[in-house]
C-alpha cells in the first residue's frame, strides 16, 4: 500500500493572493538590493564617464529603484497591522495598513517638500 | 478499553459520528459483563438541526426556557429549581410540552426556546462564547438578540462494562474506563461535567492498574493468539461479496429510528417489546451484508458494517435491560411503572453473554453516604 | 434541485489518482460532510474521510474546498460556487481519498515541550497548592493559544513546510507560546532553547496564511513573529548552533 506523496508544485505561488503578494515583498527585497547596487555603480560610472547610454540607464534605475521601494514599503506595512500585541479582526488590520500608507505618504511628502529648505 | 460511548445507536443524539460502542459489545462478546446498559441521559438543549450541544451553562448563568406560547413552563414540572432542574426531568418535561402541543415546529421537528438574551451581551461573550458561535455558524442567529432552539437528544450512557474501583471486568486481564465502563459512580443520573472528572481520575488509576498486571504477567502464547488473528481474517474475508440484499446504511436507519421511537426518553412495555422484536430482525439483515470494496486500506464501507454489527449488539442490551427494569430510577423512566420501587434495595441489571443469547442477573447496589431520596424540584 | 461536487480520489492498492464527479439533493443547512456522507450513503461511493465531532470542535475533518483550506463539517454548501472541488490537506502523503498521515505534523508538537513539571520542593503543607492557581486574568492570557484543536490546516496552508518537512510549523510554535505565557510554567529556558534551534521558529517567513485558515483564530503567524523577538532575548547561543536533524 502506497502513500501518494503530495509536493508542492513550482507555481505555488500563484495559487492563492495572499501567496503572491508574499512572493512579490520577498523578490521585490531581492530586486531592491540589486537595483541599488547597480545604481551606485552607475552613479559612479555617470561621475567620471558620463555618456548618453549610462545616462539613460541611470535615469532608468533612479525610476525603477523609487518603484521598487514603493513596493516594498506598502508590502510590508501590510504586513504590519498583523503582529499588534491585541486581537484585531481581519476590516481593522486592512484598515490599519491602510492608515500607515497614507500616513508614509504624507510624511514623505513633507520631509522630500521641506526638507530642501535646509538644503545650502 | 476506552472506547467511548454507543450514542450513535439514536438518530438524535449529541455523539460523534464515532461512537458506536465497539468497546461495549467486544468485551460482552468475548464474556465480560454489562451493567446498567438501560439508564441512558438525554440532554435537554441540543440544536433541532445534527443535534448539536448547547451546553448546560446556558441554563446555569440564568437562561430561560420558553416554550411557544413564552411561558417558562419548568413552573408545572419544578416550581423551585426552574430551569437547574436536573437533566432527566427537564428533557421529560420539554417532551411533555411537545406532545402537549406547546412546541413550535420547523423543518428538523418539534422544539421549545433557550432564552439568554437577558445576560447581556458582555456574559455571552465571556461565559458562552461556544454557544455564541455555533449558533452564529449552524443557524445564523445571535443569541445575544435571538431565541435558541432547543430539542432534547441522547448524550451518555451511565452503563457499560461492569467494573470495580481498579478497572477490573469480570473478564480477568481485561480492564475498562471511561464511558465505556460502568464502574457506576453516576448510577441512574450523572451530573454535569463528572464524565469529564471520571476521565481524569479513572484514567490514571486504571491505567496504572493495567500497566502493574502487564508487568507481572508472563507473556500468552503467541501461536494462540496467531491462531485467533486467523479466524479474525477469515471472518473478515467472509464479507467480501459482489452482491448484497441491504445496504449498511438500510440497516442503520431503522436500528435508528427504531431506538428513537421505542427506547426514547418515555418508555414502556409494549413498544420495548416491539423495539426488541425489530432489533433482532434487523441483527438478522445485517448478518446478510456484504461489501463490494475488498480494499483493507480505510474501507469505511468495511467498518461502518462491523461497526452496524456491535450498535445492534448495544441495542439490544439497552431495550433487554429496560424492560426488566419495572420501575423509573434517574434517567430511566416508564410510563407503566412511574415511581420508583422504594419497598426493595436498589439493584443493577447486569448482562452476560449466555449461548448466543443475553442472560440478565442483578447484583445488590452499594450504598454508601447518599441514601435515596425523594425527587422534589 | 442537485449540487455538483467534484473529489480527488486515490487508491492506495492501484495507485491511481483520479477525480470523481457526483451529485447531492440540495438543502439550506447542507454542509460538505454532510454532502460526503450522502454520497457513501446513498450511492455507495465509499469515499473515505474522517470525521466526528460534526460541530468544528474535533478538527478531524479538514481538506480543501474550493481552494479554501476549510474544515468540512462548517463549510455550507450554499456558500460554495459549483462545481464544489474537494481535495485531501497539502504537505502530507495521501493514505487513501482524502485522508492523510499527519504523523509528520504531530511530531512537532514534541518540539514545543507540551508539558511542565511540577517542583517538588512546592509540595509542602504551608504553601499547599498555590502554585497550581490560575485566576481568570492569567487564563485569559493563553486564551486564544490554548483554542488549537490540532487540525493540521495552518501546516497544510504553510508553503516553508511545504519545502522543508523539518520546519516546526505554526501550531507547534502556538503551543509552545500558550505553555510559555502559563503562570504555572517554568520550562521557559528549555522550551525557548529547543525552538530557536535551526529548524525551528527563525525559518518563518511571515507569509501569514496560517493565521488566515486557523478555524480557531488562535492566530499562529503573529505569535511566531513575537516569540521570534522574545526568543532572541531569551536563549544566548555560546557555541555555534548544531543542525537539527
Known sequence: MTQFEQKPEHYWWTKKNSYLIYFIREINGIILGLLAFLFALFALINYYIPTPPTLVIYTLLIYLLQASSIIFTITWLIAMPQITPFQTPAWLKRILAITLVIIWITLSYLISNYAFLYHP | MATGGAGRIYGHSTNSAINTGDGIALSYNAGAALKDMEMIQFHPTTLPNGNLLITEAARGDGGYLLNKHGERFMK???????????RDLVSRAITSE???????SGPHGHYVNLDIRHLGAKTIREKLPTVRSICLTYLNIDPIKNLIPVTPAQHYFMGGISTDLNGNTTLKGLFACGETACVSIHGANRMGSNSLAECLVFGHSTGLQTAKYAASNKHTDSNYIKSKLE??????SSLFSASSPFTVFQIRKAMQETMDNHAGIIKNETQLLKGLATIKELQEKAEQIRIKNHSLVFNNELTSLLE?????????????????????????????????????????TIINEAHGKMAIAKAPVKINQWKPADRKY | MEIKLKIRRYNPETGQLIWEEASVP??????????????????????????????????????????????MCQ???????????????????????????????MEKFRTALPYTKIQSNHTSEKSGYKHLLQSPTQRKKIEQSSQCIKCMLCYSACPIFAFNQNFIGPAAAALADRYNKDNRDH??????????????????SFIGECSKVCPKSVDPSGTLQKLKIAGVFKSPRKSIPQKNK
Not at chain 2, 411537545?98 to 413550535?104: D, F, H, L, T, V
Not at chain 3, 454532510?34 to 478531524?60: P, T, V, W
Not at chain 3, 520550562?187 to 521558529?201: A, N, P, Y
Open chain 2, 308 to 348: 452496524l454489527k456491535y450498535m445492534l449488539i448495544i441495542a439490544e442490551a439497552t431495550l433487554t435491560s429496560a424492560i426488566e427494569r419495572r420501575e423509573s430510577r434517574g434517567s430511566h423512566f416508564r410510563s407503566d411503572y412511574p415511581t420508583r420501587n422504594d419497598q426493595q434495595p436498589p439493584e443493577h
Open chain 2, 231 to 236: 479466524k479474525e481474517n477469515q471472518k473478515i
Open chain 3, 75 to 105: 463549510t455550507f454548501c450554499r456558500d460554495l460556487k459549483q462545481p464544489i472541488v474537494i481535495e485531501p490537506i497539502k504537505n502530507f502523503p495521501v493514505i487513501k481519498d482524502l485522508v492523510v498521515d499527519i504523523k509528520n505534523g
Open chain 3, 26 to 71: 440540495f438543502h439550506q443547512d447542507l454542509t460538505v460532510m454532510e454532502a460526503l456522507d450522502y454520497l457513501n450513503d446513498h450511492k455507495q461511493k465509499q469515499i473515505s474521510f474522517r470525521h466526528s465531532c460534526r460541530m468544528g470542535i474535533c478538527g478531524s475533518c479538514g481538506a480543501v474546498v474550493n481552494n479554501e483550506h476549510v474544515l
Open chain 3, 187 to 204: 520550562l521557559k529556558e528549555s522550551r525557548f532553547r529547543e525552538i530557536t534551534k535551526d529548524e525551528g521558529i527563525y525559518k518563518c
Open chain 2, 98 to 104: 411537545i406532545s402537549a402541543g406547546n412546541a413550535a
Open chain 2, 76 to 86: 408545572k414540572y419544578a416550581p423551585e429549581r426552574m430551569e437547574l432542574a436536573p
